[in-house]
């Protein structure tokens, strides 16, 4: 391990420009030639930190991108297990049906536990509710609102 060249104030001050005017870590690196973990800790040292939310904008996005290959997957899956079906049904020997009733069961099951690795992913569930717990009290303000104007003599 080399001995730690310090970096100059000057480099340390574009650094924290940049930090602070809200450019991303490794756009920094690119821009200074300082290195990720250096910018981390020289802005670390000046309580400057970076905003993670396009990030984990980024990081929600490609989940569901890969849900949805997934299930793609999946329903492909299904074709090449009714392919695998007709070929073991349409075949000649008992080796050749063994062999498609081998690949009909690694299909199937391939099948099956790309549906399962979202079958326990409540957030879709969960968005839901939410948004149905969101209409049901909005709606709940717009009755009660309806009954006050009623009670004040206007028409609904």
């Known amino acids: 391990m080399?001995?730690?060249?310090?970096?100059?104030?000057?480099?340390?001050?574009?650094?924290?420009?940049?930090?602070?005017?809200?450019?991303?870590?490794?756009?920094?690196t690119r821009r200074t030639g300082v290195s990720t973990a250096s910018v981390t800790r020289i802005c670390e040292g000046e309580e400057v930190s970076f905003d993670r939310s396009l990030t984990a904008a980024a990081v929600q996005a490609r989940v569901i991108d890969l849900k949805a290959a997934?299930?793609?997957?999946?329903?492909?899956?299904?074709?090449?297990?009714?392919?695998?079906?007709?070929?073991?049904h349409g075949a000649d020997d008992n080796r050749a049906f063994l062999d498609g009733a081998k690949a009909v069961?690694?299909?199937?099951?391939?099948?099956?536990?790309?549906?399962?690795?979202?079958?326990?992913?409540?957030?879709?569930?969960?968005?839901?509710?939410?948004?149905?717990?969101?209409?049901?009290?909005a709606l709940g303000v717009a009755a009660a609102e309806d009954v006050d104007q009623v009670e004040d003599g206007g028409s609904v």
């Open 2 to 28: 080399g001995v730690a060249i310090p970096i100059p104030e000057d480099k340390r001050e574009e650094v924290l420009s940049l930090a602070r005017e809200g450019v991303a870590r490794n756009e920094i």
């Open 70 to 88: 997934r299930l793609g997957l999946a329903s492909s899956m299904l074709d090449d297990v009714q392919a695998a079906r007709q070929r073991m």
């Open 105 to 137: 069961a690694a299909l199937a099951g391939t099948h099956v536990r790309l549906v399962a690795v979202d079958k326990d992913d409540a957030t879709g569930t969960e968005a839901a509710k939410s948004m149905l717990g969101q209409l049901a009290q």
